[in-house]
């Protein structure tokens, strides 16, 4: 490794380090400035293509007339309503849906008699897109919160589930082994060794369910109800106000983002050996 | 352990001769081991009537080329490995799984990886009901003693590979086992990691009174650690040789340019070379 061939290579590297590390830096920085610009820049254009009458004015409304509609939805104390509502859903949704998934992922994950029974069932109910319940939701609760919840959870629970399921059969059987030889006793492998060893899992099922417990909230809300940020966004549509439509999309996707980026940094703690 | 007691005191009222041979009562005895796997292809004899006993005390290592059955014989010993035909006895009582005076270590480190590197060590004397203080204590004395000291609240996937293996050594001695089975423990090591291991555990050994039996597919390995080398062939796994390492202890790594040292590979390697002679006549003739 000391001998003289290798010196020439070494300088070789380090000068060209030299030259790019410059370069690289200013990129980032140039990087950093449109990144930064992307937003006020999507919507300068659009509020000028708006204003240009290049378009219908009326289905495209301009950021501003946006953020009026907003401002107004937010002063009436309805948007404090539907957020309330909407948010209400989801968790509990989510909460309900995401403990049943992991239960039932620990038992087919953990006894295959339990697998065998339910497996095959939830792999045929699993691919039907929550919306398709819709009608028969509305059969079955009419209009109540519990058709709502119904739908979230039923689009909740299938993920988990089967990312819990996986993540109990992927647990190392070496890990398992070990703990044999140490004398861990059978009944205490799940809480010992297989619960943590699925948790990385269970949480990427999660996460993947967060988002999935905003899309079958739209499917809930239009479904029919009396408060709910896709519900308000349903009656603009009617009424034409399409500000306050598309002040009611901005919301939602904001929420959802925020739900997301918090449950990541949740992830992260749940994980807490990587 | 209460069984070897009871026999011991049952010796002591006899003659002095059965004394001494009760005494020598071995540590592990293996006696026409037989393990047969079902594959998609009919039945295969992985290891056939393999008989061998370990002393008290004793290094014994075993090996063979891959395939040949030793790490099977060796998670059979575990209690790891169930069917299996003929006896096992481990201080003098059958094999029927895993025991608390029975310790491996396998050819990964398999650390827990939410665990630290003290609770890791921790946990066998947790699951036999000592408090996490007591635990944490003997934890502790093995972390000094394996060297990682400043990693003992460290997590394994902040360890190397050879620290990991140091670990899961040290986790294996935290139950105090009187008997230690390591499959290939340096397998999985680069070769400078793997003669420090060596000597590492050589050193381990003069402290800790275990019972070894070491797999290795490494003939240097086992002749440098072992008291007796069993040398073992393939297809079905049977035990070819014993050859007795009457080299002096304490030994480091350096032995391995000795003259009494090279002469008992080469023994070990005539065994080796003249099995895998047939066996590669047999396959071509098949």
Same mark, same amino acid.
Request: glycine share 8%.
């Given at each position: ?39 006020? *820049?999507?919507? $300068? !254009?659009? =509020? ?6 290049? %378009?219908?004015? +009326?289905? @495209? ?77 509305? *059969?079955?609760? $009419? !209009?109540? =919160? ?6 979230? %959870?039923?689009? +909740?629970? @299938? ?116 | ?286």
């Amino acid at each position: 490794m000391q001998d003289g061939t290798s010196a020439p290579q070494r300088i070789a590297v380090r000068s060209s380090g030299r030259n790019r590390r410059p370069d690289s830096a200013r990129l980032r920085r140039l990087n950093i400035l449109v990144g930064a610009l992307s937003l006020p *820049l999507f919507v $300068g !254009l659009w =509020e000028l293509a708006s204003r240009s009458g290049a %378009v219908n004015m +009326v289905l @495209f409304p301009p950021p501003t007339v946006v953020a009026a509609a907003v401002l107004e939805w937010i002063r009436s104390g309805q948007f404090l309503v539907d957020l309330t509502a909407s948010l209400y859903r989801v968790t509990t949704g989510f909460m309900v849906g995401g403990a049943l998934g992991i239960l039932f992922g620990i038992l087919t994950g953990q006894f295959p008699v339990m697998s065998s029974l339910l497996s095959p069932l939830f792999h045929i109910l699993r691919p039907i897109p929550p919306i398709a319940f819709v009608p028969i939701v509305i *059969l079955w609760f $009419g !209009l109540s =919160e519990a058709g709502k919840l119904f739908l979230v %959870v039923w689009g +909740v629970f @299938f993920t988990v589930w089967l990312s819990t399921h996986i993540g109990v059969q992927k647990v190392d059987r070496g890990l398992i082994r070990a703990a044999l030889m140490l004398g861990t006793p059978r009944r205490q492998m799940l809480q010992e060794i297989v619960l943590l060893g699925a948790l990385p899992y269970i949480v990427v099922g999660l996460r993947t369910a967060v988002s999935i417990s905003f899309y079958t909230l739209v499917a809930a809300e239009l479904a029919g109800t009396f408060a709910g940020i896709v519900y308000r966004i349903e009656i603009a549509q009617q009424n034409m106000q399409t500000g306050q439509v598309m002040g009611g999309l901005a919301a939602l996707g904001l929420i959802s983002f925020i739900a997301d980026r918090l449950f990541a940094v949740l992830a992260e703690r749940t994980v807490w050996w990587r | 352990m209460s069984g070897s007691r009871s026999i011991v005191k049952l010796a002591l009222a006899s003659s002095p001769a059965s004394v001494d041979s009760a005494r020598k009562q071995p540590a592990i005895q293996v006696s026409n081991l037989s393990i047969v796997f079902d594959t998609h292809r009919g039945q295969t004899v992985a290891v056939d009537r393999v008989s061998f006993d370990v002393a008290p005390g004793e290094f014994v290592c075993v090996v063979g080329p891959s395939g040949c059955g030793k790490s099977t014989v060796l998670n059979t010993i575990a209690g790891l490995e169930v069917p299996y035909e003929g006896d096992i006895l481990v201080e003098g009582s059958p094999v029927g799984g895993p025991r608390p005076d029975v310790g491996m270590v396998f050819q990964q480190p398999h650390l827990f990886p939410w665990k630290s590197v003290r609770r890791n060590i921790a946990h066998g004397p947790r699951m036999h009901r000592k408090s996490r203080k007591e635990a944490n204590a003997i934890a502790d004395d093995l972390i000094a003693m394996i060297g990682l000291k400043r990693f003992a609240d460290a997590y394994p996937n902040t360890l190397s590979g050879g620290m990991q293996q140091r670990v899961a050594i040290a986790r294996a001695l935290a139950n105090q086992p009187r008997v230690l089975l390591m499959d290939e423990p340096f397998g999985a090591l680069d070769a400078q990691t793997r003669a420090v291991m060596q000597d590492n555990l050589l050193e381990l050994r003069d402290r800790i009174k275990a019972t070894i039996v070491f797999v290795t597919h490494d003939i240097d390995e086992a002749i440098l650690l072992a008291d007796r080398v069993l040398i073992m062939s393939a297809g079905p796994g049977r035990i070819l040789r014993e050859v007795a390492v009457k080299l002096p202890r304490p030994r480091s790594s350096t032995i391995m340019v000795e003259p009494s040292y090279l002469s008992l590979k080469k023994d070990c390697l005539d065994v080796i070379r003249a099995e895998g002679a047939r066996a590669f006549n047999q396959s071509d003739s098949n």
